[in-house]
Each structure stands twice: as structure tokens, then as C-alpha cells.
Nanobody, 116 residues
């Protein structure tokens, strides 16, 4: 059973930083693309960043380029999202996801709140 468990969300003032973690378990993710998405109240879920399990950066949303960094530690089966220079508009529930072999898995989400 695939499990994606996010952690690291919280409250931070604008300009601050947070690091989100996603612990993946239940299968081998070598051919998977891992990603972070977010959903703000009243808005659709949007993809923020994506990385192949082998470490190739695939995508950053324009709104986070230069501020967010996605990475993974294959030994720990964990994907990270380092978020710097946070803005109030980054406030959302952040979800980890894994795409591969025709399947998509989602974590339960972690709340990030950025105050001005």
C-alpha cells in the first residue's frame, strides 16, 4: 500500500522559510515522478514543483521559481520542498504526489500559512 506522509507545514511571516517533507513508502519509486501541489481556499489545486525519483528537476511553477527548491533523498525515500521568501499568496494546503505506471498517489496535505 502506497503511503505519502507530508510534514513541515505551519505558520510563518512573509519573507520566512519552511521545509516540507514527504515520506514515501509501499513500493519502489524508481520510475516515478514526485511532486508538490498546493490548493488555496476557493482555488483549484496547482502543481508547484516536480522531480524524477532519479533526481532530474522537471518543473517549477513560475510563481515559485527562484524561491522554492524540490529535492529528494532516495536513501530515505523522502522528497523535500524548501520554501524561501514566502509570500502571503503561498498560503495553501500543500500535497505530495507520486506519478508512475499509470497511477497517481496523494498525501493527506499539510497546511502552510504565510502572514503579511
Amino acid at each position: 500500500q502506497v503511503q505519502l506522509v507530508e510534514s513541515g507545514g505551519g505558520w510563518v511571516q512573509a519573507g520566512g522559510s519552511l521545509r516540507l517533507s514527504c515520506a514515501a513508502s509501499g513500493r519502489t519509486f524508481g520510475n516515478y515522478v514526485m511532486g508538490w501541489s498546493r490548493q488555496a481556499p476557493g482555488k483549484e489545486r496547482e502543481s508547484v514543483a516536480r522531480i524524477s525519483w532519479r533526481g532530474a528537476i522537471i518543473y517549477y511553477a513560475d510563481s515559485v521559481k527562484g524561491r522554492f527548491t524540490i529535492s529528494r533523498d532516495s536513501a530515505k525515500n523522502t522528497v523535500y520542498l524548501q520554501m524561501n521568501s514566502l509570500k502571503p499568496e503561498d498560503t495553501a494546503v500543500y500535497y505530495c504526489n507520486a506519478d508512475g505506471q499509470g497511477e497517481t498517489y496523494w498525501g493527506q496535505g499539510t497546511q502552510v500559512t504565510v502572514s503579511s
